[in-house]
């Protein structure tokens, strides 16, 4: 019994709930837990929107490669269906190229062979640059073909203008606007 009355005066004496003078000394004790809380909360959120941030940077970065890469494709592909005017497409570049269809694309007999080369060029620059739709796949958008003649080996660039990303300890990441195809017929 002895045992019994020792716990209940050791509850009582630790107990949660004071009354009288005590009770005044905690008066806004949770009042500071309370912004300690909120604070630490508001951190963990501007961490969070900084994630958010960053990572709709990464996927705006992959859809423009995506569209460079299927722009740089499309025209490779224009460029073996017509494999035999080849050098049509050498040293050509979407940068001030003109974005009007020649007169073949309309004709129901089609284009010569040559003038499919510049049908294919005129679509490509149309593409890159929006021209004709309400929509820029890359903004400053410019592609390029290359012939290297030594090694037969044609090479199409295509470039657009994107936000620069930082790397570790601050450093720049190079190269994220660009992308290239090589490829021989």
Known sequence: MANQDMKNTTTSRHSVFRFG??????????????LVTVFILAIGLLGLAGLILEGMRNNQGAYLR???SILAY?????????????ADYADFSTDGASTTLPACASDAGGCT??????VDMVE????????????????GG???????SANSVYTIT???DEVAREGDQGETIAGDGSYSVRFSL
């Open 158 to 160: 295509v470039t657009w």
């Open 124 to 139: 490509w620059t149309r593409q890159i640059q929006g021209a004709g739709s309400d929509m820029v796949l890359l903004p």
């Open 113 to 118: 062979p040559a003038g499919q080369a510049q």
């Open 74 to 86: 499309d025209m490779a592909d224009r460029m073996r269906a017509n494999k035999p005017r080849a």
């Open 142 to 148: 410019v592609g390029t073909i290359d012939f290297d």
């Open 21 to 34: 003078q005590s009770a005044q000394s905690q008066r806004g004790f949770t009042l500071i837990e309370i």
């Open 66 to 68: 995506t569209q460079a």
